[in-house]
């Protein structure tokens, strides 16, 4: 067997000596242990890309047959909260952004902010191995660093008013 990915008759994904079914997995003969790793590689990479190739699949299809939702439920059995992240975290981060190294909750979590904060991140998340759980907190704070008033040129005030919007009456 080789590395190809070919369907059987039923749909069925044939890797690397095995037979990816809907409910399970099936070896074909006996596969070595380099095809058994190559097939777990596989299943990683097809985990982690799944959500991308439906926030992908979703846009082509709005852009090209208009709504989609009723049959990415019935194709997909998602939920429609789950198709709608999926297309719009899709659409927010570019492909050439997208780094096979990091789930698709990496990228959920920079799709608000701009490509060029979205890279500076992905790649910092990639260089220092965050998981996504830690990688929340990364986010919240770069967000939180922007939200702080910049600094003002010498001589210049940033005034706060604390008055409520309302008298007091004694």
Known sequence: MTNEITLAENKDIIYSSFKLHKAGLEA??????????????????????VHFWIGDWLNYGESTYGET???????TSFDYQTLANDKWVASRIEFSLRRENLSFGHHKDVASLEPDEQELLLKQAEDNN???????????????SKLISPVLPEGQFDVIYADPPFRYEF
Do not use: L, M, S
């Open 28 to 49: 074909i003969g006996t596969p070595t242990f380099e095809q058994w790793t190559e097939c777990g590689d596989f299943i990683k990479k097809a985990n982690g890309a």
């Open 69 to 75: 939702y009723a049959q990415a439920i019935d194709e």
């Open 130 to 144: 965050i998981p996504v759980n830690k990688f929340r907190d990364v986010v919240r704070t770069y967000k939180h």
